[in-house]
């Protein structure tokens, strides 16, 4: 029988290229001799590794689905829609997500607490007042009449003022929140044109011109107390923009009530 020739392949190896000899098509001896000691080594045979890799990575998935099931809802929440805080002036406040306005922050003077700025700019509006001559001081038994007209013809079509809690704060039951010399003078200035009383007109024959006196009082006090806005100067503002709408001034009245 004739013995097999040498078996020729069409390209040698890298290995047998590299050292100038016949390659045979078989692994190099060099490839060979790697594995040997790999395998006299004990190390893991290259399957073992994907199967070990397998299994990390199955224990890693499983460790961040549990992870995720962990995760607050409510801070995801929270961190999508934004979160109320209570910011230097006590208020409560509403920020998003993306604002940095509710971080903690060390004023160099410690700001003035909402319900003082308040009164401040409270007692600098009627200074002001005062002082330009528009101040208009009524007796109690006006004041007493004008109100009761306007909880009878005002309040009851147009619900503006809470009559408990305004009344709580005028007889200081309260911190006087819900009562303040803004909301009583546009109060007077709309219920005056409900009553026939020549005292509350600046012209004694013309009745349109009753509650004027309030209304340009109630002007000056709401330029102050706007710089620490309340609830009661938002009510003051729509009830002196009703008060100029009457005197067909819608635009102006419009101005003040906002759209």
């Known amino acids: ?17 590299a050292k100038r000899m016949r390659c045979d098509g078989k692994e190099p001896a060099r490839i060979r001799h790697l594995e040997s000691q790999l395998t006299s080594l004990g190390a893991p045979l290259p399957g073992a590794q994907c199967v070990e890799l397998g299994r990390e990575g199955s224990e890693a998935e499983s460790e961040t689905e549990s ?69 208009t001081a009524i007796s109690s ?21 809470h009559k408990g809690a305004f009344l709580r704060s005028r007889a200081g039951l309260d911190d006087g929140r819900y009562c303040s010399p803004l909301l009583l003078s546009a109060i007077f200035a709309i219920s005056a044109r409900y009553s026939d009383r020549v005292e509350l007109r600046t012209i004694a024959d013309d009745p349109s011109t009753s509650g004027n006196a309030f209304c ?5 006090l709401l330029l102050y107390e706007s710089e620490a806005p309340s609830v009661t100067t938002v009510q003051a503002a729509a009830i002196l923009g009703l008060r100029i709408m009457s005197d067909g001034k819608e635009a102006l009245g419009w101005l003040y009530c906002g759209p």
């Open 67 to 135: 992870d995720q099931h962990d995760h607050d809802p409510l801070s995801e929440l929270t961190g999508l829609v934004g979160r109320l805080a209570v910011v230097d002036d006590g208020q409560l406040h509403y920020f998003g997500s993306q604002s940095s306005f509710n971080l903690p922050r060390q004023p160099a003077n410690p700001a003035p607490t909402a319900q003082n700025l308040w009164t401040r700019m409270q007692t600098q509006g009627l200074a002001a007042a005062a002082q330009l001559g528009m101040l």
């Open 216 to 220: 340009e009082q109630a002007k000056i």
């Open 141 to 161: 038994e006006l004041e007493d009449h004008l109100l009761d007209l306007y909880w009878r013809w005002q309040n009851s079509w147009n619900y503006i003022v």
């Open 1 to 17: 029988m004739k013995p097999a020739g040498r078996q020729r392949v069409s390209l040698a190896c890298l290995a047998c290229r």
